[in-house]
């Protein structure tokens, strides 16, 4: 059993962001934002089904969601 | 005679499980700067077994030796009413159990095994005094105006340096804000970071828009936020006998809370920022925040559709010092990176090099911080990058087509030129309009 982990999803500029969304989400994608501003999709799927996102036609690329961290409270340096 | 707590009130939060910052949080709210967490802390006359103390007056207690090497925490213990430090006698009871049981009172009497109850305090590791900050102040305006006149370089307006309090911060100086005829009044400011302290006396009457993309409330526990805040967007006249510190300090300021107050998060919170951002018109967007890794796709389609959108996005280049390159999202060819140099306005050690477009002042910089505290100092690309924003957002304000890309241009251009190179410098240093 794969385990499911979260993705972003960056549509190309050159087709429309609402088919692209409505695409992935076909091919597997339980997407959790829409960020209709910046043509970015968050959801969460597992290996295979991020590898068969990358094929969907208006998919720019699938990456997985990465951790930030600028430090603990009152850190003198941070980023 | 024993000693007995001078305040009550209600400490319905205050259990000994509760986090520092839940602790913090409702300190705030209830507007309460005496530093108490609504916590008590008790201790025992000589002779008594401490450690059945509390037992007998039928509170619940957890005892420290109970977990591995004692390193355990204080979310471990779940409903107790204490808990009891074995090795050093002393106990931390919840406020609740305090009022419940009356414990002032049975600390009086003259049989009780304890010996005092006292509040618990906040203890802040930054908790710098007014006298040291400002003797700090000026030390570092002199370090300033000594360090550029040996460079050639004068400062446009100096200052006296005889003043026991400097007129405004290194930074603000070095970019020439105090000069500026521009306030960013309607230039709609975005920082995603972790939150603002929304009851500084400093932000009193200005505007705020926030949005939370973490699922904790907006209010700043970890500081990092109301710095970079207080720095882009802080007042001309700060509240209390402080230096100036902030540069847009007429522009709308937008809240967006993208790491949680213990300085973490995602890049798909970091996105719902930008988002949220660019949907609310802002015309700059900060983001002091990043991570080592290469050009991340979705930042820079970010950056793009906010340059298309007439919004620019300036980062931090990051810390990991010159030898490492600049960190996404800063990497990104679509958003400005920035890096830091010091009063000397030589390039900071920590300062990432590479893709770099402008530097701003990042080294011991003077910002608020969330109350008690309220001002401190800090060091980062995250201070340098708020210096460009504030700037920006000044810049804008001079010609309603100096969005996303002019705007960009018409920042580079105005910065001075420094003589480092450009991947640790870019443009140089970045200068408000005059």
């Known amino acids: 059993v794969t385990q499911s982990k979260r993705w972003i999803v960056t549509a190309s500029p050159d087709h429309a962001f609402g088919e692209v969304a409505g695409a992935v989400a076909q091919a597997g994608l339980r997407i959790e934002q829409r960020l209709d501003d910046i043509g970015v999709l968050v959801g969460m799927a597992d290996e295979e089904t991020a590898k068969r996102l990358r094929t969907v036609a208006g998919v720019a690329d699938v990456s997985p969601d990465e951790a930030i961290d600028i430090g603990p409270p009152g850190s003198p340096r941070t980023w | ?434």
């Open chain 2, 1 to 434: 005679m024993p000693k007995t707590p001078q305040s009550g009130g209600s400490h319905a939060v205050a259990s000994v499980s509760t986090g520092v910052e839940e602790l913090l949080l409702a300190a705030m709210t209830r507007g309460d700067e005496s530093m108490e967490t609504g916590r008590y802390l008790v201790t025992y006359k000589r002779g008594v077994d401490s450690s059945k103390a509390l037992e007998a007056l039928g509170l619940r207690t957890a005892l420290s030796r109970d977990f591995a090497q004692q390193a355990f925490s204080l979310d471990e213990v779940g409903d107790a009413d204490a808990v009891h430090f074995t090795e050093i006698g002393v106990s931390l009871i919840s406020g609740a159990a305090f009022h419940d049981r009356a414990l002032s009172a049975a600390a009086l009497d003259v049989d009780s095994p304890i010996e005092s109850i006292d509040p618990e305090y906040f203890t802040f590791a930054d908790n710098l005094s007014p006298d040291y900050l400002r003797g700090f102040a000026q030390a570092v305006n002199v370090i300033a105006t000594e360090s550029n006149a040996g460079r050639g370089r004068e400062l446009r307006h100096p200052r006296d340096v005889d003043v026991l309090v400097a007129e405004e911060t290194w930074g603000l100086s070095a970019c020439s804000v105090p000069t500026s005829t521009r306030s960013g009044a309607g230039i709609k400011v975005a920082i995603l970071d972790t939150g603002m302290d929304l009851l500084h006396p400093d932000f009193a009457g200005r505007a705020f828009t926030t949005a939370t993309f973490v699922g904790e409330d907006v209010q700043d526990l970890n500081g990092h936020g109301t710095h970079v805040t207080g720095t882009a967007c802080g007042p001309k006249a700060p509240a209390s006998t402080t230096p100036r510190y902030g540069i847009a300090y007429q522009a709308p300021i937008f809240v967006g809370k993208v790491l949680t107050n213990s300085g973490r998060g995602t890049m798909a919170a970091a996105l719902g920022g930008i988002n949220w951002a660019i949907s609310q018109g802002c015309a700059v967007i900060n983001m002091s925040l990043g991570s080592q890794r290469p050009v991340q796709p979705a930042y820079t389609a970010a950056g793009q559709a906010a340059l298309d959108a007439g919004c620019l996005i300036i980062a931090a280049a990051g810390n990991a010092g010159q030898a490492h390159p600049t960190g996404a999202p800063a990497n990104s060819p679509t958003i400005v990176a920035v890096a830091s140099v010091d009063a000397s306005l030589a390039p900071s050690a920590f300062s990432c090099s590479g893709k770099i477009e402008i530097a701003g002042p990042g080294r011991d910089i003077f910002s608020s911080v969330p109350l008690p505290t309220r001002y401190g100092l800090k060091s980062g690309t995250s201070m340098a990058a708020p210096h460009v924003t504030g700037c920006a957002a000044l810049l804008a304000q001079t010609h309603p087509h100096l969005r996303g890309t002019a705007l960009r241009n018409q920042l580079l251009a105005n910065a001075y030129a420094l003589q480092q190179p450009a991947d640790r410098v870019g443009a140089g240093l970045v200068q408000a309009p005059q």
